[in-house]
């Protein structure tokens, strides 16, 4: 059965700093990873997806990569802003979809 | 803008009295989904309708229950919620269910039950 870990649970950082947020998977046989936000007491918003077949998606001052054979995803953050504070999940496409638990990241101004 | 619309975005129920959540798309996607989401947790898919074909996760309680009228809404019902059932729920939907499709998500209900 899948396993989708994020570690770490919760992250803060000061304005303005890159961050690295990562995702690990037990099982690579995947057909897509899918990086989600979530602001609180709110539903997901779809960032990036990445399908088996590629390496990385990028998108403004976010950049996703993809290494399947060693079961993990990264979400790079460039230039962090308070805006960006919110709770980041995963999610590993199989025959099903497996969600990690996220990541809560603070940016303080 | 085509969009996941949920109502209503908080819904409070007493224990044991049936509810239902509603969601609607306007993305003509084939594919709706419902997940259920407590605090600090992962969601976890309770059951997904492709087109009129309804499928149920194994370990989805029978509490619960779905109806798709149409390809634009779909319901989830809760026949007898208890205090464990308090969670977000979310509905989402794809455009078919090629596993290379892209989700795309709803803003979620808060459910709370007394």
């Known amino acids: 059965k899948q396993e989708v870990t994020q570690i770490p649970a919760a992250l803060s950082v000061p304005e303005g700093e890159n961050l690295v947020l990562n995702c690990s998977f037990t099982?690579?046989?995947?057909?897509?990873l899918q990086w989600f936000r979530q602001d609180p007491g709110k539903g997901l918003t779809s960032l990036l997806l990445?399908?088996?077949?590629?390496r990385e998606q990028t998108s403004g001052r976010l950049n996703a990569s993809l290494d399947k054979s060693s079961g993990r995803s990264t979400l790079y953050i460039a230039a962090s802003q308070p805006g960006d504070s919110a709770t980041y999940l995963c999610a590993v496409r199989d025959n099903d979809m497996r969600f990690g638990a996220g990541t809560r990241l603070t940016v303080k101004p | 803008d085509a969009m996941v619309i949920q109502n209503p975005r908080y819904q409070v129920t007493q224990f044991g009295k049936p509810v239902t959540l509603s969601c609607s798309q306007t993305l003509n996607h084939n594919v709706m989904y419902w997940y259920q989401q407590k605090s600090s947790q992962a969601p976890k898919l309770l059951f997904h309708?492709?087109?009129?074909?309804?499928?149920n996760e194994a370990d989805t309680p029978d509490n619960f229950q779905s109806r798709r009228p149409n390809t634009s809404f779909c319901f989830l019902d809760i026949r007898s919620p208890g205090l464990g059932d308090a969670a977000m729920y979310l509905c989402a939907t794809s455009r078919d269910r090629w596993l290379t499709n892209e989700q795309f998500f709803g803003p979620g209900t808060r459910l709370t039950v007394l």
């Open positions: 309708y492709y087109d009129k074909d309804f499928n």
């Open positions: 099982d690579s046989a995947i057909y897509n």
């Open positions: 990445i399908q088996s077949s590629q």
